[in-house]
């Protein structure tokens, strides 16, 4: 282990037995994370991801495996563990009677800031959060976004060293988005904090996280940048329309021995590949079809999308594979339902 690494699992495993049915949440979780990195977990609903961030915050016990957050380890020191981390849960209910500022100036409490400390924290982020507005009404009276921007500033009172955020961008409007990022970037920068969050958002992922881990079925089935997975695993979408129908079989042997990929032809006059830096191919493909008087009307190369690295991966992009209604007992992505942190109201164990 690497003594930078903050989150080290080791085959972390976890299985729920419903109604004498056995489902493997996660299997074989064994993941190194250094500090001050952000990494974005991307998965279909039912994938595990949320199961595995609540092993890690200690909030369900795995059924085999280990691991170590921020130097404690899960399994001996879960109080050790809890004290250096900060978690937002993906949704629960929860309605409090006490107003915003209130909840904010006790949850600074309860992770045992002086008085002078949480006040000046609370103001931050409700200054950052952008939740200024509603400082003084009651919880329960927020607006669905509304409560997922105190809920991650729940989760930051205490200036965690590893924050871990389940969906926390699920149900905000684009500018709450934008703004609770910007937060989150500017803490890391700041304070190294290291950010681990799960998101359905594609873009959110390939812009924001440097590192991705895509899971399927229990399994971590990819880990590396965005940039690398879209290189490795998709490849540019090059297109290319020619001025005349005839000369598509010469363009196709030129494309197909410069690219070294077949091509499709979706139209008569239309050629398709996606190639690993396809666009950077471009130039000399167009040369070569040239050298070959072979006239082209128009060329375009799309990158790929992390969905394209998913779908690369599984047969099936992210989009469908999230179509049909999700399963657990969690809200689904895109609703801004009920939501709050875990952060007091740890859940007991349920091995
Ligand atoms: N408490 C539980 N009891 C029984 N099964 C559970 C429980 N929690 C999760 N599961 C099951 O474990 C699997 C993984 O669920 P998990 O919530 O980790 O998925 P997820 O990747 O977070 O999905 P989503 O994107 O919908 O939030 C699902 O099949 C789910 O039904
Ligand atoms: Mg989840």
Redesign the pocket.
């Known amino acids: 282990m690497h003594h930078d690494t903050v989150i080290s699992s080791h085959g972390l495993t976890r299985r729920?037995t419903?109604k004498k049915q056995v489902?493997e949440?996660?299997t074989d979780l064994s993941i190194d994370v250094r500090r001050g990195e952000l990494v974005a977990f991307l998965?279909?609903?039912?994938?595990?991801?949320?199961?595995?961030l609540?092993m890690l915050t200690t909030l369900?016990p795995p059924t085999s495996g280990t691991a170590t957050v921020a130097g404690h380890d899960i399994l001996t020191d879960p109080a050790g563990v809890r004290s250096r981390i900060g978690y937002v849960g993906?949704g629960s209910s929860g309605s409090f009677a006490q107003r915003v500022r209130d909840e904010l100036l006790s949850q600074g409490a309860f992770y045992g800031l002086g008085r002078r400390e949480r006040t000046e924290r609370t103001d931050e982020l409700i200054a950052s959060l952008d939740l200024t507005d509603v400082a003084s009404r009651s919880v329960q009276q927020l607006s669905g976004g509304q409560k997922r921007r105190l809920d991650v500033a729940l989760g930051l009172v205490h200036a965690p060293e590893v924050l871990f955020l389940?969906?926390p961008s699920t149900g905000l409007d684009p500018q709450s988005r934008a703004n609770l990022w910007e937060h989150v970037l500017t803490l890391r920068a700041q304070h190294g904090t290291t950010v681990f969050l799960?998101t359905?958002y594609l873009e959110e992922a390939d812009r924001y996280a440097e590192r991705v881990m895509v899971?399927d079925s229990?399994r971590v089935i990819a880990d590396d940048t965005a940039a690398a997975l879209k290189a490795d695993l998709a490849g540019d979408a090059i297109t290319l329309v020619l001025d005349d129908e005839t000369q598509l079989p010469v363009a196709r042997s030129v494309v197909e021995r410069v690219a070294a990929v077949s091509a499709e032809q979706p139209e008569p006059r239309t050629l398709a590949f996606a190639a690993p830096s396809g666009s950077a191919l471009l130039p000399t493909l167009l040369r070569e079809l040239d050298h070959h008087d072979v006239r082209v009307a128009t060329a375009t190369a799309v990158p790929p999308t992390l969905d394209d690295v998913f779908l690369a991966l599984t047969g099936r992009t992210l989009r469908e594979a999230?179509a049909p209604g999700?399963?657990?007992?969690?809200a689904?992505?895109g609703t801004a339902g009920p939501a709050t942190t875990d952060t007091r109201a740890l859940e007991g164990s349920?091995r």
């Open positions: 729920f419903v489902v949440a996660v998965g279909p609903n039912g994938a595990g991801k949320s199961t595995s609540r369900i993906q389940d969906e799960t359905h899971m229990g999230d999700g399963t657990g007992e969690d689904p992505a349920t």
